[in-house]
């Protein structure tokens, strides 16, 4: 059928992609960061999923069945015949009614949608590897932020001892500031633990060194890219052709079938039965016509009825869902958008307060901490812009990761 041959094409290229993105947008580095272990697991699947297919495309085949025998008789008394047997027989249905054209094109479909799956997760799992490396350079980030917030803390201090001892402030702003200055250091020191905990989890997909790696930029796809390269709906479709030949082939196996036999038999004959005319070297052929009476045949046909639609039904669901999700991703790269906009506007005003900040300090109306601490503020929105984006590009890679192409 035309639509599977197409399907089975655009499933062909995706499996020759590791990663479900143009090489443009993804880069070499990329494509292949896999370890060279998950490498061959996923190549293991793919060739196994093709071996098993081809076995049910043939097994509709029967085997020629090559038999050798020796016999021994003490019937006469006194004395021991022997006998051999040598033959070579088929029994090979060679009309079951559509059964047998059914039956390759249902292991087509199934090679296919198993093919699909593969891939689908062989995504899943780069997509993954790629999300751990946007969260290491969001938490580096995270790192840098809480050392310029631990800075301030530490002028903060500094300030607030000087007000205390000079008598103008009271030991609680003191106590405050000494606080946020110890839960700073505890964010710094949890930082670190999940640094290390994401390194382990690279480590157990990929033995690339993570630092090395150059993380793709994304773009919002449109929906029809991603309902037309959708690896689920790729799977799903041909699920459902699938599913279909598999109730052609329920229905099929209770109507007639057709068989030939054949057997060359090359035997000695038996001294106690033998006679003129007998020969040694002989064939037996000819057919048998057969269809089975089953009591539980119209519920059989049901049930692969009832599979398949329910793989239609699974197919609707999987498209509307893939809608809903698309939907849901643009709201939340909406909210994205705005805190990336009031951390620009916030980078703005903090802008502006360094700038008076150092001409007062100039004057000699501010410390050359409170310039500091300025500074560190304003570098601290600029981190946050950034952290923002990197949010953006995760949310994104979730629509890359299932798709088969992005182009």
Sequence with gaps: MKGLCVLKKLLLRSSLLLWGLSLGVLGDELRDFLSEEKQHLFGYEYQNNALQSDILQKSWINPVMVQYTRSYSEQMRGERTQTGSFSIGIDQPIFKSGGIYFAIKYAEALRGANEAEITLK????????????????????????????????????????????????????????????????????????????????????????????????????????????????????LRIEEKHYSAKMAWTKYLPTVSVQGRYTDADLNPLFARPGLEERYNTYGFTISMPLSFNALADVEASKVAHLKAQSTFIEQQEAIGLEYALLKKRLGFIDRKIALARRDKALYQNLYTTTKNLAQAGEKTSSDVAIMRNSLQIRKLNIQIYNLEKQIELLGLYTKVSNAV
């Design 122 to 237: 062989k995504r899943e799992m780069i997509g993954r590897g790629v999300e751990l490396l946007f969260e290491m350079k969001k938490l580096k980030l995270e790192q840098r932020k809480i050392a310029l917030l631990i800075q301030n803390d530490k002028l903060d201090i500094i300030q607030k001892k000087e007000r205390y001892h000079a008598g103008v402030s009271d030991s609680s702003l003191l106590d405050q500031a000494i606080l946020k200055a110890n839960q700073d250091e505890i964010q710094k020191l949890q930082l670190e633990i999940s640094s290390l905990e994401l390194e382990k989890q690279f480590a157990l997909l990929s033995d690339s060194n993570p630092h090395t790696l150059k993380l793709p930029t994304l773009k919002l796809i449109s929906l029809e890219t991603y309902r037309k390269n959708n690896l689920a709906l790729q799977r799903d479709r």
